[in-house]
Each structure stands twice: as structure tokens, then as C-alpha cells.
């Protein structure tokens, strides 16, 4: 099975900087993914991580240790847009569904 | 088109009822997955398909929900006999091939009354 943890809620000032720890038990890894909520929008995509390592996309970044189950994505110059709910997930390793968790739900404030 | 098309964006349906879902998926994309996702809750997998076949059904909550995509593109997901617990907004997603980056729809948001 597989068992995704990450915080319910977060929050932020603009401008600083956060970071959204994600934690995994899985019984298969085919890579890890993030993806962006806004409140009643579709899920969009961020970043993938399959090696370990960090991953830079602008200011979003996404970080990946697999022998510790475990992933950050850290969002810099946080502005007021990023407030969403940030959604972490696992791929499967046989037939490539992904496994969410329950998503963060981040607010920034001025 | 553009992007991932979902139809109707609401529906509101008596207990009991029969609805229909519908996905369009981006143009090209061969893998298709259809999500449930509560309040509050991330989408929780409900079935894969590769091409015209559903790779992965595993997600189905029981014998009321099937999903069908005949020519390999469009998708419709079809719940029988709704209960108030199927409440939920309906995500389908799609990907140019298995383990690609996902593109999602907007969502149908079902209310079973």
C-alpha cells in the first residue's frame, strides 16, 4: 500500500520563503510528483523528481531523498498568488497511477 | 483541444439516479486516468486507461461505477444507482504516454442529492 504524509496547513508572508515537507511509505516508486491547487481549479503541474537530489524550476524548487521517504518543494519570493493547496504524489511503479496526499493547504499573508 | 475537457463542469442528481461523465483528453495523449476528489482530500485514484483498455481499475469503489473509452480518446465514467457519498468533484487527467507529466481537467463537481 501506499501512505503519503505532508502538514494540513501552512502559513507564510509574502516575499519569504517556505518549504512543504512530504513524507512517503510505499510499496512501489516510479518518481515523485508536486502539483499547484488553487481552490476549485484542477491540479497543475510543478515538479518531478525521480533521482535523488534537488530539482530548480525558477522559484519553485523540489528536493528528493528516496532511501528516507522523503520530499520538499520550497517556494522563494513568495507572493500572494502562490496561496493554494500544494499537493504531493507518488507514482506507482507498475501502472503509473499516482498516489496523492491529502495536500497542503498554504497561506500567504502581506 | 487546448487542454483537458470535462462535461458537464456541475451536476446535481437525485439518489438513485444514473449519471454520465465526461473527459476529452489533450489531442495525442494515449493515457487517461480518472480521479475522485472529496473536500479537503487529494484526488484519490480511480481508474487508468492506456489506449482504448483500462490498464488499472483498482480505484473503483464497487460494481456502481464504469468507465468506458471505445475509440481511445474520449472517456466517460458512468456511476449507477448514485448514493449522497458519491458527492465529490471528478478529475480526469490524461498524458502524452504512461508516466508523463499529467495534464488535469477542471472537474466535474457531482452533488447527489
Known amino acids: 500500500g501506499q501512505n503519503i504524509d505532508q502538514p494540513t496547513e501552512m502559513t507564510a508572508t509574502e516575499g519569504a520563503i517556505v518549504q512543504i515537507n512530504c513524507t512517503y511509505q510505499t510499496s512501489g516508486f516510479n518518481g515523485l510528483f508536486w502539483y499547484q491547487q488553487h481552490a476549485g481549479e484542477a491540479p497543475t503541474f510543478l515538479s518531478y523528481?525521480?533521482?535523488?537530489g534537488l530539482e530548480e524550476k525558477g522559484r519553485f524548487s523540489s528536493f528528493l531523498s528516496r532511501s528516507k521517504g522523503y520530499s520538499y518543494l520550497l517556494l522563494k519570493e513568495l507572493q500572494m498568488k502562490d496561496s493554494a493547496s500544494y499537493l504531493c504524489?507518488?507514482?506507482?511503479?507498475?501502472?503509473?497511477?499516482?498516489?496523492f496526499g491529502t495536500g497542503t493547504r498554504l497561506l500567504v499573508s502581506p | 483541444g487546448a487542454g483537458v475537457s470535462q462535461t458537464p463542469s456541475n451536476k446535481v442528481t437525485e439518489k438513485g439516479k444514473y449519471v454520465e461523465l465526461r473527459c476529452d483528453p489533450i489531442?495525442?495523449?494515449?493515457?487517461l486516468y480518472w480521479y475522485r476528489q472529496s473536500l479537503g482530500q487529494g484526488p484519490e485514484f480511480l481508474i487508468y486507461f492506456q489506449g482504448t483498455g483500462a490498464a488499472d481499475d483498482s480505484g473503483l469503489p464497487n460494481d456502481r461505477f464504469f468507465a468506458v473509452r471505445p475509440e481511445g480518446s474520449v472517456s466517460t465514467l458512468k456511476i449507477q444507482r448514485t448514493e449522497r457519498g458519491d458527492s465529490a468533484v471528478y478529475l480526469c487527467?490524461?498524458?502524452?504516454?504512461?508516466?508523463?507529466?499529467?495534464?488535469f481537467g477542471q472537474g466535474t463537481r457531482l452533488t447527489v442529492v
Open positions: 523528481n525521480v533521482l535523488d
Open positions: 487527467a490524461s498524458s502524452f504516454r504512461p508516466g508523463t507529466e499529467a495534464f
Open positions: 504524489a507518488v507514482r506507482d511503479l507498475g501502472f503509473q497511477k499516482l498516489v
Open positions: 489531442s495525442g495523449h494515449t493515457a
